[in-house]
């Protein structure tokens, strides 16, 4: 008891950089509150005194504002960060390290009994609002974003977003392969781009890099048949394009960064003045 004790202090301290001493995690945590209250309530749960565990768990929702069906099954190392509102099944399973957000919920998706909310393999994180629904499985490492509503299975090391959820696109195909290759030689980060944020923007950069190597190829063909025809050498693609830079269209002037500076311009010469006005000045006293 104390060890699992301990393994859920130490997992506030891995996962929650405003954690400062034991003491406060004991006494200011809700979600570590929820997760000990939950881990009694289930082994009433478990020996038959449903009613009480029922008690108990309605209890703990009173004062933490998260509801764990005493039914669920839970993992050792599960950290609920801030936890307000998270709602957990009762045939709910989660593995192993796993770790929710405020307003996350796994619920069912009928009024049948039997099996009815989510499985959740091991290092899963949901984010802040996620739904979760459904008798559906959730692979080991999988994060789902905030405010995502998942109603199908989610395989290893996913990362879905989204209403309804989606997978994110992950470079296993050659279309994506290529795109990364074409990316790299222009000095762009393809997976950046479309690995961890899947919005328009990444569409539209991924177009472009398609339609670069359908020009490559025409290109490539163009170049091949005008060096059969002793026309020109065949060209060969650029290996870097990093490298490549444009030249300022207006180049600075040395002289206004001298008068930046308050410094006279090159050569020495000091600015004119005003001579016309001293020297007829000087005209007038003279005839006087």
Same mark, same amino acid.
């Given at each position: 008891?104390? &060890? ?13 950089? %405003?954690?400062?001493?034991?003491? *406060? ?6 979600? !570590? ?40 099954? @839970? $993992? ?17 399973? @989660? ?10 919920? !796994? $619920? ?11 499985? !959740?393999?091991?290092?899963?994180? #949901? ?7 459904? /008798? ?5 490492? =999988?994060? @789902? ?15 879905? #977003?989204?209403? /309804? ?9 050659? %279309? ?10 222009? $000095? ?9 944020? /899947? &919005? ?26 005008? *060096? *059969? +025809?002793?026309?020109?050498? +065949? ?17 600075? =002037?040395?002289? &206004? +960064?001298? =008068? ?16 016309? *006005? @001293?020297?007829?000045?000087?005209? &007038?006293? +003279?005839?006087?």
């Amino acid at each position: 008891m104390f &060890d699992r004790l301990r393994e859920d202090i130490n997992c506030v301290f891995d996962r929650d950089p %405003a954690a400062r001493n034991t003491f *406060e995690i004991l006494t200011t945590y809700p979600g !570590l509150h929820a997760v000990m209250m939950h881990r009694l309530s289930h082994a009433l749960w478990r020996r038959g005194l449903k009613w009480l565990a029922r008690l108990m768990s309605n209890v703990a929702r009173l004062f933490t504002g998260i509801e764990i069906h005493p039914g669920a099954v @839970i $993992g050792r190392r599960f950290f609920i960060d801030h936890g307000m509102g998270v709602v957990i099944g009762e045939t709910a399973v @989660i593995g192993d390290d796993c770790t929710l957000y405020h307003g996350v919920t !796994l $619920g069912g998706t009928t009024w049948q009994k039997g099996k009815r909310h989510p499985s !959740l393999g091991c290092d899963v994180v #949901v984010g802040a609002g996620a739904k979760v629904l459904g /008798p559906i499985v959730i692979g080991d490492g =999988a994060r @789902i974003g905030s405010n995502a509503v998942v109603v199908k299975a989610v395989p290893p090391g996913g990362t879905v #977003v989204g209403v /309804p959820g989606r997978v994110i696109e992950r470079a296993v195909d050659a %279309a994506t392969q290529r795109r990364a290759d074409i990316a790299k030689r222009m $000095g762009f980060d393809a997976y950046g781009a479309v690995r961890d944020a /899947p &919005d328009p923007v990444a569409n539209a950069i991924n177009s472009m890099l398609d339609h670069i190597h359908v020009m490559d190829r025409r290109m490539e063909a163009m170049s091949r048949a005008l *060096e *059969e +025809h002793g026309i020109t050498r +065949h060209f060969e693609h650029l290996s870097d394009l990093e490298g490549c830079g444009i030249d300022p269209a207006t180049p600075d =002037a040395p002289a &206004d +960064h001298d =008068a930046d500076r308050g410094e006279p311009p090159a050569g020495g010469d000091t600015a004119p003045g005003p001579q016309p *006005e @001293i020297e007829a000045a000087a005209g &007038d006293e +003279h005839r006087s």
